[in-house]
């Protein structure tokens, strides 16, 4: 998923530089909600692996 991310936020760069405005912005929507759901998904697995890691020691 982060791999869709990066080639979103690229793709829209490289349309910024040949001036497609809407199409960049379309590209840099999608970047940001692919990034955040992928910080999203990292956190919760973050939360898991601490409560069984917290869990075996306990």
Known sequence: MLYWAVSSFILALVAAVLGFGGFAAGGTSIAKILC?????????????????IRGRTA
Do not use: D, M
Request: glycine share 6%; charged share 5%; with cysteine.
């Open 36 to 52: 955040a759901v992928f910080i999203l998904i990292c956190l919760l697995c973050l939360a898991l692996g601490l409560t069984r």
